[in-house]
Every structure is written in C-alpha cells, then in structure tokens.
C-alpha cells in the first residue's frame, strides 16, 4: 500500500493523548446529554470511550454545566478512565473558566470560537482572558472556526475591502478568506499571549464538501498547527456519513488532519457511538490505523440464489466483534488480520487467498462444497450444515496460531 504522508506538525498533549504527524490520527467525539446532568454525561461518555473515542467533548454553558462537569470528570478518574475531556465553550468561556477554577484544572482541552468568544483581532478581554488561564493551567486550546459563526466584524471589513477591488471575489471567496484569516488571526494571538505551539489545535468547520477541503487545503499551507478535522452539521443517516467520510478521505489522502470527529444528527435508537465507529472506518480503510479486524464479502448476484453467504458473512463479523475485547489482550495485532467470505466461484477463490484466511461458498449451481484458505492455499473443503460452526472453530485456531504470545 502506497504511504500518504502527512504534513509536519509538533506534537500536542492532551493529557495522555500525543496527537501530530509522529502519532496516530486521533478520534474525537462529543456527547449531546446535558453537562449539568453529571450521570447522563459520564454514561454517555463511557459509551463513547468503550467505542474507540480518544477524546471526548462536552458542553459548557453555564454555571450548572460547569459544575456538572466537575462532578463527572471526578467520576470518571474514579473510576480509572483517563480519556482527556475537552470543554467546549462559547460566548461566556472566560467568565465560566476564570469563576470555576476547578474546571479549569480538571478539563484537559479547551475549545473556543473566535466568532462566538469574541475577536481576537481587536484585542478582547474575553479571548485573551481563556489563552492565559489556558497557559497557567498547561492545557490545550483548539481555535474553532465555524462558517455558521463567523467573526462579524472581520467579515464585514473584508467584504467592505471586497468591493472596493477593481475585480472583486465572489461571495464564497470573500468567506473563505474569512474563515482562513479568523483561524490565522487567532491562533497568533494565542501564541503571543504565551500559548506554546505544541499546545495548540486548528479546526476550520463547514458543512458543504467542497468548501470543508477547500479551507483545509488553505490552513495546512499556511501553517504546521496540528488539524482538527470535521465536516459540520453534516446531517444524519446514509447523507451524513457519505458526505463526511467523502470530505475526510480527501484531506487524509492529501496529508492533512491529526484528528478527526464525524458529525451526525442523532437517530432515535441509534447509539450516539456510531459518529465513533464511522471514524475508525474511514481511518481502517485508508490504512491509517487498524480496530478490527476486516471482513470482504461479495454483494450478491444472481449466481448466489443463496442467502447463507450472507448469513455467514454476517455471522462472522458478529463473532469477531464479539471476541474483540478478549482477542486485544490475548492476541496483539489481531485488528490487522483479513477475513474473505466469498458467495460464489467467480470471484470467492481469489478474493479468499488474497485474505489471511477465507472461505469461498458453492453459489447458487456449482459443486455443494466450500474450499478454506489460509496464506493464500486452499487447506480443506467444508460442506453439509456446519459450515458455519466449522469455519468459525478455524478461525479461532488460525487466530491463536498467528497473534498469540
């Protein structure tokens, strides 16, 4: 596999989460339960952590959300949970921060929007009050930028400068520039009010596809900040996984991101997790990092009349997902290994000895019989009502004879 190499950037510690070009891409996620509800929050938190999530993000826009926070990060340290909280503060951050004292210690990350703190250009009390409480408390602050909250001030003084071109830029340039220089802007004025580069995190949100890889693109050659990734308000179901794993995959190919979140609107019954399970997707199918190990199956067609192809395909992802959590104690590296459960002859054989281990089943009219691979050659054939049972009974024993100690 061809290796993308990934911009330059420091190293930023978020507690004990090392983020940068030198470390793995890091995932992130945010829980939507009220921070004042310190129970819901820490649950929900939990759920997020025993997913995958590296770092998780809470709301804090109150006195009570700031006091349930403290009371759900001394939970979760009680219980031995080290993942890094980030607080997410907008509008009255500085006010919340400099009267929480406490909070300000326990949080390991503050998130800050320029367009809703207050501008950094012109020198505000607000934004310069969190980057010094930030700085004494050696925590790390990401500078967000949101097209749905852009700095006011700075857009109407680009867009007036705008029209006074003899070529002005559209609308949508005019609004990139604005989105770029708020990021710029303020994360200069963090590093001169004593915040160190290697604490500092850049995040530029959008939630069209074209306009997210456009700005990235902007960012990544104007600086060597570490990026946060994310395609805002992307929606909810298949939409908004398509449009972020699309808008993702394109600036990970290019080199850029050091950690990334899906956004999407919640589904009723839908564990708030999958934003995290979407993520480890994007990053196992580029190559980047590896949770599970990866099932190939075929789609189906009219040779496969058949569904136990896609019984067994299915029965066996279940089965892994099942053994994982004791699989990554016993077998180390086991998330790397490549499972093919094939439908028919045509492709079945080849895919499966491509596979560390693969079955190819007989289809719709070939012979009742279904060849085994391992390491490319075909070690036995399965047949009657237990292949399933049988194949499984392999796995395990393949799995045992190639990860174990």
Same mark, same amino acid.
């Given at each position: 596999?061809?290796?993308?190499?990934?911009?330059?950037?420091?190293?930023?510690?978020?507690?004990?989460?090392?983020?940068?070009?030198?470390?793995?891409?890091?995932?992130?996620?945010?829980?939507?339960?009220?921070?004042?509800?310190?129970?819901?929050?820490?649950?929900?938190?939990?759920?997020?952590?025993?997913?995958?999530?590296?770092?998780?993000?809470?709301?804090?826009? +109150?006195?009570?959300?700031?006091?349930?926070?403290?009371?759900?990060?001394?939970?979760?340290?009680?219980?031995?949970?080290?993942?890094?909280?980030? !607080?997410?503060?907008?509008?009255? !951050?500085?006010?919340?921060?400099?009267?929480?004292?406490?909070?300000?210690?326990?949080?390991?990350?503050?998130?800050?929007?320029?367009?809703?703190?207050?501008?950094?250009?012109?020198?505000?009390?607000?934004?310069?009050?969190?980057?010094?409480?930030?700085?004494?408390?050696?925590?790390?602050? *990401?500078?967000?930028?949101?097209?749905?909250?852009?700095?006011? +001030?700075?857009?109407?003084?680009? $867009?007036?400068?705008?029209?006074?071109?003899?070529?002005?830029?559209?609308?949508?340039?005019?609004?990139?520039?604005?989105?770029?220089?708020?990021?710029?802007?303020?994360?200069?004025?963090?590093?001169?009010?004593?915040?160190?580069?290697?604490?500092?995190?850049?995040?530029?949100?959008?939630?069209?596809?074209?306009?997210?890889?456009?700005?990235?693109?902007?960012?990544?050659?104007?600086? +060597?900040?570490?990026?946060?990734?994310?395609?805002?308000?992307?929606?909810?179901?298949?939409?908004?996984?398509?449009?972020?794993?699309?808008?993702?995959?394109?600036?990970?190919?290019?080199?850029?991101?050091?950690?990334?979140?899906?956004?999407?609107?919640?589904?009723?019954?839908?564990?708030?997790?999958?934003?995290?399970?979407?993520?480890?997707?994007?990053?196992?199918?580029?190559?980047? *990092?590896?949770?599970?190990?990866?099932?190939?199956?075929?789609?189906?067609?009219?040779?496969?009349?058949?569904?136990?192809?896609?019984?067994?395909?299915?029965?066996?992802?279940?089965?892994?997902?099942?053994?994982?959590?004791?699989?990554?104690?016993?077998?180390?590296?086991?998330?790397?290994?490549?499972?093919?459960?094939? !439908?028919?002859?045509?492709?079945? @054989?080849?895919?499966?000895?491509?596979?560390?281990?693969?079955?190819?089943?007989?289809?719709?009219?070939?012979? @009742?019989?279904?060849?085994?691979?391992?390491?490319?050659?075909?070690?036995? $054939?399965?047949?009657?009502?237990?292949?399933?049972?049988?194949?499984?009974?392999?796995?395990?024993?393949?799995?045992? *004879?190639?990860?174990?100690?």
């Amino acid at each position: 596999m061809p290796k993308i190499l990934r911009r330059k950037t420091p190293a930023v510690k978020i507690g004990k989460v090392l983020m940068g070009s030198d470390h793995p891409i890091v995932i992130q996620s945010m829980t939507d339960t009220p921070t004042a509800d310190a129970d819901a929050t820490f649950h929900q938190t939990v759920e997020l952590v025993e997913a995958g999530s590296e770092l998780v993000r809470w709301t804090i826009n +109150d006195d009570a959300a700031a006091q349930g926070a403290i009371k759900a990060i001394k939970s979760l340290r009680a219980f031995h949970i080290t993942t890094p909280i980030i !607080g997410d503060f907008h509008f009255n !951050g500085h006010a919340l921060l400099t009267k929480h004292g406490e909070l300000a210690e326990l949080l390991d990350k503050y998130r800050i929007n320029p367009g809703n703190v207050a501008s950094a250009r012109k020198d505000d009390d607000n934004f310069s009050s969190i980057i010094k409480i930030a700085v004494k408390n050696n925590k790390a602050v *990401r500078i967000g930028v949101n097209w749905g909250s852009l700095d006011k +001030d700075l857009l109407a003084d680009l $867009m007036d400068k705008n029209a006074r071109l003899a070529k002005p830029k559209t609308i949508k340039e005019v609004m990139y520039d604005t989105v770029v220089e708020s990021a710029m802007d303020s994360c200069h004025r963090a590093l001169d009010l004593g915040l160190p580069k290697n604490k500092l995190v850049v995040s530029a949100k959008l939630s069209i596809l074209q306009d997210t890889v456009e700005v990235y693109q902007r960012l990544a050659e104007l600086c +060597d900040y570490c990026l946060h990734l994310g395609l805002t308000e992307a929606g909810g179901g298949v939409r908004g996984v398509t449009a972020s794993v699309a808008a993702l995959s394109i600036l990970l190919q290019k080199g850029i991101g050091d950690t990334l979140r899906v956004s999407l609107t919640p589904e009723p019954g839908v564990s708030r997790a999958k934003e995290v399970e979407v993520c480890q997707e994007i990053l196992q199918a580029m190559g980047f *990092r590896f949770f599970i190990p990866s099932v190939t199956s075929c789609p189906g067609c009219g040779r496969t009349k058949s569904i136990y192809f896609q019984e067994l395909a299915q029965s066996i992802r279940d089965h892994i997902s099942s053994r994982m959590q004791e699989w990554r104690k016993e077998y180390p590296g086991v998330e790397t290994l490549k499972v093919a459960v094939m !439908g028919c002859v045509v492709n079945g @054989p080849g895919e499966s000895k491509h596979a560390d281990i693969g079955i190819s089943l007989p289809g719709a009219f070939e012979e @009742p019989v279904a060849p085994v691979y391992i390491d490319g050659e075909k070690i036995l $054939m399965l047949k009657g009502d237990k292949i399933k049972e049988e194949f499984i009974q392999i796995l395990e024993s393949f799995v045992a *004879r190639r990860f174990g100690k």
